[in-house]
């Protein structure tokens, strides 16, 4: 008889069964929380003490805060107003404060009679609203308060038990506070939380069990209490995500696959014999490690990370080239249309007469190198289809139409993914399962991921890493140009577009929008969720359209000037990357389309609209566009943030490195893991809460290493049932995605 589910069972029970229907349906739509258990690992993010007041300066605008403060003055005023009763409407201003400043409160109308009453001059309570900015003074509008009141047993003694006072991520349809009621109501049940550490793991380390940490997480007495759990339940996050990885690891390891050893004097030497320049050592040491993988009866899974235009694709390539020597086919996979043809067409290029093969002229060793993309006419896509089937094309390059079934391989031998974080598993995982054996697999990001991500994220997967340029690459200058503050530096900007020009050399303009129909409504409906404060953020991003218009028009007025973005059809699209590749286009306005992949030697400067709009993986990856040939690149962030706002310090850090691991360190501690992780966007929760992968890293190198070695002893957890009930219940379907992204 299994005992866990009866364990674990009262954390299982749904939320509306113990709190009431109301109040579970809002947790349920606005925190994503279900059941008891959801509830008690829903943490605090931070306290507050009775006898310290919250930074009233710091609060940050247009979000939700909830503040711990004291009110120092109340003045009720009386306006004349047709729509009052009598034409007469009121107003209460409250001020409170904390020592570190001020902050005023509104309430209008029928809403002004309770906090009259209540909201005296020396009260303490808790406020939670929005701030807003009136006047210029920030303010809470209707905020929902608690009063904090030392003589009412029942409210405050048991409630707030402790002096730290816990403040929830909350939403504006459920105050910290109320939360923290429902807390207090299902803490009894955290005895019943069956430990997932194994116990000599717990012991060993000074950890405190699961029901412990969970009391003193929610109702801590001292900070020490809080530390306690903390550091308790970091592990748990790090450890049950590493056993899980470790699990899918060893699953991996166990597949037989064919051993892909190229052979002596085959196309892979032909093809290195050609190279116009030498591989750098980086490359060397990385082809390396993957021709060792190849070489096993196990397939490979490996991350190959590489700054822009460190040459993973000439790495790629030559692992491709070495499993067609071996008698097999090599796939890979792009994200867009336009990244597939550009990578065929310089895959081709690379490989010369090596990539004709069964064509006169082409060498003894060629092969045939073939696109397969949703859009190509149906000849052109039986005979891809056909060349795959019978072996006579060892290369194929193409989306996601590789995936679907009608696409039969004769030897599927290696898998490479380009740009890892634009596929879900089921679509790597169908292309794997096209081979009669598994076929190895290489995965390659040009987004630097700091170590603990890539044991995170990618924790399934050996990492590569190419951190050195090759020969060649010129140094690329990045300045911000702050539009609104300084117009004539952006005059400027198009001045520098048109002396590149002049100098024979080519420039991309980068928008955040298309500009078409379709667009325009979605811009019209998501700024509507604007605040009205912000002219900035009340002003649609700039589309590609309308910028190439107005420059057609205006500043580069006379210079040949394309479009490019994602719904033009791909014959158009190939057909405008082809002109810009040969020189015929002198600007290329696109939206983030070009943001990998492609390659264009003489296109030297890039102007980025509406830079803040972008996070800063991705305004690396737009640079990385220029500065690909021996000319020194330039690249212009144009924003209209104001200087002291935190975009245009996200900028300037931009501006301020080309170094792609360190821009990923300040990427990651300005969103936090959660949109690392792949969390969507709507606010769910990420489901790492207290683990932070970059401060944490001891911790998710340890817990790595304690996985991989119970893993190893006990695969299936058979001696640890908590730790298997505390898998699936991270391995549910919402977290399936980010964890088998590896």
Excluded at 330 to 346: D, G, I, K, N
Aim: proline share 6%.
């Amino acid at each position: 008889m299994d005992l866990v589910p009866a364990l674990q069972e009262p954390l299982q029970q749904p939320l509306k069964s113990v709190l009431g229907p109301a109040t579970a349906k809002v947790m349920a739509e606005h925190l994503g929380l279900h059941t008891v258990g959801d509830l008690l690992h829903h943490y605090p993010r931070r306290y507050e003490e009775r006898g310290q007041l919250t930074h009233l300066a710091d609060l940050p605008m247009d979000e939700h805060v909830t503040v711990v403060a004291m009110v120092a003055d109340a003045r009720l005023h009386t306006f004349a107003s047709a729509r009052a009763p009598r034409g007469k409407g009121q107003r209460l201003e409250v001020t409170i404060t904390d020592g570190s400043g001020r902050l005023q409160l509104v309430f209008f109308g029928n809403g002004v009679h309770k906090p009259h009453k209540e909201l005296l001059p020396g009260t303490r309570a808790m406020f939670a609203g929005k701030v807003s900015v009136f006047n210029r003074r920030l303010q809470l509008a209707h905020p929902a308060y608690e009063l904090l009141r030392g003589d009412d047993p029942s409210e405050s003694v048991e409630t707030w038990a402790g002096a730290l006072i816990p403040l929830y991520p909350a939403t504006a349809k459920l105050e910290s506070w109320k939360i923290g009621k429902a807390v207090q109501t299902v803490l009894p049940t955290a005895q019943d939380a069956v430990d997932p550490l194994p116990p000599a793991l717990r012991e060993g380390r000074g950890l405190v069990t699961l029901p412990e940490a969970l009391l003193k997480i929610h109702r801590p007495q001292t900070k020490a209490d809080i530390e306690d759990a903390r550091s308790r339940l970091k592990w748990d996050e790090a450890f049950v995500l590493q056993v899980a990885l470790a699990r899918r690891r060893h699953a991996d390891a166990q597949l037989p696959a064919v051993a892909r050893r190229p052979e002596p004097d085959g196309l892979l030497t032909a093809f290195d014999d050609r190279l116009p320049f030498t591989l750098t050592e980086g490359q060397q040491k990385v082809s390396k490690e993957i021709f060792d993988d190849l070489a096993t009866e196990h397939p490979m899974h490996r991350l190959l990370q590489g700054e822009v235009g460190s040459g993973k694709t000439m790495v790629a390539l030559r692992a491709m080239l070495a499993t067609v020597d071996a008698g097999g086919q090599a796939a890979m996979l792009a994200p867009t249309e336009v990244l597939a043809q550009q990578h065929h067409r310089s895959v081709v290029e690379m490989m010369g007469e090596l990539a004709e093969g069964g064509m006169l002229g082409g060498s003894e060793h060629a092969t045939k190198v073939v696109l397969l993309t949703g859009s190509m006419g149906t000849a052109a896509r039986r005979q891809a289809m056909l060349d795959l089937a019978t072996g006579e094309a060892g290369i194929v390059i193409g989306t996601h139409a590789l995936i679907e079934d009608k696409v039969q391989f004769h030897d599927l031998g290696l898998v490479v993914v380009d740009e890892q974080h634009r596929f879900g598993v089921e679509q790597r995982d169908a292309l794997r399962g096209k081979g009669k054996q598994p076929p190895h697999l290489l995965v390659m990001t040009a987004t630097p991921i700091p170590r603990t991500v890539a044991m995170t994220v990618f924790g399934d997967l050996e990492t590569s890493v190419l951190d050195q340029l090759p020969a060649g690459r010129s140094p690329i200058a990045s300045h911000v140009v702050p539009a609104a503050d300084k117009p004539h530096f952006l005059a400027r900007a198009w001045e520098r577009v048109r002396e590149e020009v002049e100098s024979g050399h080519q420039a991309y303009v980068v928008c955040p929008r298309i500009g078409d129909d379709i667009d325009q409504a979605d811009a019209k409906k998501s700024n509507k969720q604007k605040s009205p404060e912000d002219e900035a953020e009340r002003r649609p991003p700039l589309a590609v359209l309308d910028v190439a218009a107005q420059l057609a028009k205006g500043p580069l007025k006379g210079l040949a000037i394309e479009v490019l973005h994602g719904r033009m059809h791909p014959d158009d699209k190939d057909a405008v990357m082809r002109r810009f590749a040969a020189g015929d286009t002198d600007v290329l306005v696109a939206t983030t389309v070009i943001e990998v992949g492609v390659n264009v030697p003489n296109a030297t400067a890039m102007v980025v609209m509406d830079a803040d709009r972008f996070g800063v993986s991705q305004l690396h990856q737009l640079r990385g566009r220029v500065g690909r040939g021996s000319a020194p690149g330039l690249c212009l962030l144009v924003t209209e943030m104001p200087e002291a706002s935190p975009a245009r310090r996200r900028l300037g850090a931009v501006a301020s490195t080309t170094d792609g691991f360190e821009l990923s360190r300040i990427d990651l501690e300005q969103r936090r893991e959660g949109d690392v992780l792949g969390q969507a966007q709507s606010g769910a929760r990420s489901s790492l809460r207290v683990l932070a992968v970059i401060e944490d890293e001891d911790v998710i190198a340890e817990a790595r290493e304690e996985a991989a070695r119970l893993v190893a002893e006990d695969p299936d957890l058979t001696s640890l049932p908590g730790l298997r009930t505390a898998l699936e219940a991270l391995l549910d379907e919402e977290r399936e995605g980010y964890l088998e992204k590896g």
